[in-house]
């Protein structure tokens, strides 16, 4: 499979609440684990069903236990009768947050050398 990713993904187990507002207002909390993060994008799972080209306003709880804001577009779905796993890509984050990930993706010894 081609790889389209932009920048490359560390493995990480950490967790991200989703909330979309509907059109009628209703906000609709969706709980994910995270499988893997870059300063672009996140891999994750979760048991609601989400359709790629939402957009959701993102808590990522990182390794130190903080909270990244952030709005996500789900662009890839893999959903089967065991799990669903989802790919997102991040349409709004703080240049501070990203530059957490890439210092992170650095001292974990995870950087894309061929940029």
């Not at 995870?110 to 940029?115: C, D, F, I, P, R």
Request: proline share 2%; glycine share 8%; charged share 25%.
């Amino acid at each position: 499979m081609e790889e389209k990713r932009k920048n490359k993904r560390t493995d990480l187990q950490v967790t991200a609440e989703l909330s979309v507002i509907s059109t009628n207002g209703e906000t609709r909390i969706v709980h994910a684990e995270v499988t893997d993060l870059s300063p672009t994008g996140i891999g994750f799972t979760c048991d609601e069903a989400l359709e790629i080209g939402e957009v959701y306003k993102t808590k990522l709880k990182i390794w130190t236990g903080e909270t990244i804001p952030a709005i996500l577009k789900v662009v890839r779905a893999n959903v089967s009768v065991e799990y669903n796993i989802y790919g997102g890509i991040f349409v709004g984050m703080e240049n501070s947050d990203i530059l957490r990930i890439q210092v992170y993706q650095m001292f974990s010894g995870e950087t894309n050398e061929e940029a």
